[in-house]
């Protein structure tokens, strides 16, 4: 069975690596489901990891609805990392009615070309999840990242299986939930691959009586944080 973790840095790959993960599926921003990593943590992850990885493409926390100009950093952002030869990319696009925006995901896989991509847990929450899968594999997406959606893959168990079954070529990678625990069920059930991060955390300092960086209010799921064309205006035109 594939053991893919998904790695938020440089440490948390080696430790991978060394644990014995079959693969990687780096990002950043774990706390609001992954973001694109940094071009530094790409290269050092190149020269340090062995085992493949694969990268996320995801510009921004929230929905999986992107702005014209949002697509064209996921485009680059693919050309960069199969520039520097990574084995596969992880990304995915919805429509504003939670269908798969069959049209902007396969021009994502036509950038991947012959390299490995994976739809991610965009698909759960996706309307009709059987019809999205014949449309994935229609695309020729490798694999989908799934928690059955539910809120950890042991509760969407039933839909995994349906998946699995059927699935003609896509890999239903089962992520969620995922720990030494619970692993053996998705095993016996015939799953070939499973996605986890596997983190703790680990105390750096204490800053409880500092001002706090954590903006709650950037990570509200259904909108956007945005710089305003009208605020900033609003401000340069009180300057002069």
């Not at 995801?58 to 014209?68: V, W």
């Not at 996921?74 to 990392?81: A, F, G, K, T």
């Not at 084995?87 to 902007?104: M, N």
């Not at 070529?169 to 059930?189: D, E, Y």
């Amino acid at each position: 069975m594939l053991v893919e973790v998904c790695a938020n840095s440089l440490e948390s790959a080696l430790n991978a690596q060394e644990a014995g993960a079959g693969r990687i599926e780096l990002c950043s921003a774990l706390g609001i489901g992954g973001l694109t990593p940094s071009a530094g943590l790409l290269q050092k992850i190149k020269s340090k990891i062995h085992i493949p990885v694969h990268v996320l493409i995801r510009p921004r926390g929230g929905d999986f609805t992107y702005s014209d100009l949002e697509f064209e950093v996921m485009l680059s952002d693919i050309e960069h990392c199969l520039a520097m030869g990574f084995d596969g990319i992880v990304s995915g696009v919805l429509h504003k009615d939670f269908t798969l925006d069959k049209g902007r995901t396969a021009i994502l896989k036509k950038y991947v070309g012959s390299k490995s991509f994976t739809f991610h847990r965009a698909f759960d929450w996706i309307t009709d999840p059987m019809k999205s899968l014949e449309e994935l594999e229609e695309i020729g997406v490798d694999t989908i990242l799934t928690s059955g959606q539910q809120q950890n893959a042991l509760l969407g168990l039933p839909l995994l299986k349906e998946l699995k079954e059927k699935s003609k070529r896509t890999t239903i990678l089962v992520g969620g939930g995922v720990n030494a625990l619970n692993v053996s069920q998705f095993k016996n059930a015939g799953f070939s691959a499973v996605h986890l991060s596997g983190t703790i955390k680990e105390k750096t300092m204490d800053v409880a009586q500092k001002v706090s960086m954590n903006a709650i209010s950037h990570l509200e799921e259904g909108s956007v944080a945005l710089t305003s064309k009208k605020n900033i205006q609003a401000l340069v035109a009180r300057l002069k």
